[in-house]
């Protein structure tokens, strides 16, 4: 397949969890992206999404401008190109920034029985999100919302993953790649964004699915052996921000990043060595300011949005270098 920039290059872009917080920081990191680089998001060979990532992927597989998204993040409707006419509440159609009563029980006794033996080879996120219960809210706004761009089958250009874990069997699954079960957009998102313990696991066919960051923030390593160049990954839960804050729910929020640091630079060693350049992109220290402790805090989205387009652009005009991930090892 030739590359969709047009000049020879074979670029692949990468859009992490983060719930909704993390898709409005997305959303400022895209606008940033285009604008230092020239590239339209929508022209990369290759996107990967996970979570709330999964959400703009679809999106801009199915032909959405990054423009527009960003109008909808503001406006929360449109009236032009394919969302044109789709009114979201971020208020509503989120579900709230607290997860209600989650159901009785494990989430996932299956999930559990099948890897009995070697739990050890699965994500600690992956069998906790099977031991967590299983949590009673919908995402039925959110496939809507996908639906209204894509009713039905898949988005029509090749190179559109969206990320899911089986909560039957543990395994990470791909949807829209040739390995993963067929199935419409609008249900691998939700799947996607199904967090455990929140939302309800998604039923696919015979198996349920669940928010692919219980594999991994970001799937970087899907990048792998697809003949790269480049590739740009936007992480909302990574950050290399070393700081000590007082308050006991940051300095958990903060054990919880450099974790999904850790292994974002693990996979990221892994495309490098497979001969793409990375450039990855999170939070600074202003964004997490914006962000609070709480990714599903509705009432900061419009403050993490200014400021992720400003700290972005910066952030992309002088890359720092990546720190060695043996940073990471001792946290927490």
């Not at 029985?113 to 919908?138: C, F, M, Y």
């Not at 792998?224 to 936007?234: A, H, P, Q, S």
Request: overall charge negative; proline content about 7%.
């Amino acid at each position: 397949m030739t590359a969709h920039g047009g000049d020879g290059t074979r670029r692949g872009l990468v859009l992490g969890g983060g719930g909704v917080l993390g898709a409005a920081w997305m959303v400022g990191a895209l606008s940033a992206l285009e604008a230092q680089t020239g590239l339209d998001a929508r022209d990369f060979d290759q996107v990967v999404g996970t979570s709330a990532g999964s959400v703009l992927a679809g999106l801009l597989g199915a032909g959405v401008p990054v423009a527009d998204l960003l109008h909808h993040q503001i406006e929360g409707s449109i009236d032009a190109g394919p969302l044109a006419g789709y009114l979201w509440d971020y208020e509503r159609d989120t579900g709230g920034d607290r997860p209600g009563l989650p159901r009785p029980g494990l989430g996932s006794r299956e999930l559990l029985r099948r890897n009995a033996l070697h739990l050890r080879s699965l994500p600690p996120t992956a069998v906790l999100s099977a031991i967590l219960p299983e949590g009673r809210g919908s995402l039925e706004a959110v496939g809507a919302m996908v639906g209204h761009v894509v009713p039905s089958g898949w988005v029509p250009r090749e190179g559109i993953t969206v990320v899911a874990l089986d909560y039957d069997t543990g395994e990470r699954v791909p949807f829209g790649r040739e390995e993963a079960p067929p199935v419409d957009l609008p249900a691998a998102v939700m799947a996607s964004c199904a967090i455990p313990g929140w939302y309800q696991p998604v039923r696919i066919g015979e198996h349920r699915y669940i928010d692919g960051g219980a594999w991994s923030s970001t799937n970087l390593d899907l990048m792998v052996g697809l003949g790269l160049d480049e590739v740009y990954v936007l992480a909302p839960q990574v950050s290399f921000v070393k700081d000590t804050p007082t308050h006991w729910r940051t300095r958990v929020e903060r054990q919880w990043r450099n974790r999904v640091t850790l292994r974002a630079l693990r996979e990221l060693h892994r495309v490098h060595a497979d001969g793409a350049e990375v450039t990855i992109l999170g939070p600074g220290e202003e964004d997490l300011e914006a962000f609070g402790s709480n990714l599903m805090d509705v009432s900061r989205r419009p403050g993490v949005i200014a400021t992720s387009l400003r700290t972005s652009a910066a952030a992309l005009r002088d890359p720092a270098p990546l720190p060695d991930h043996s940073t990471f090892e001792d946290v927490g």
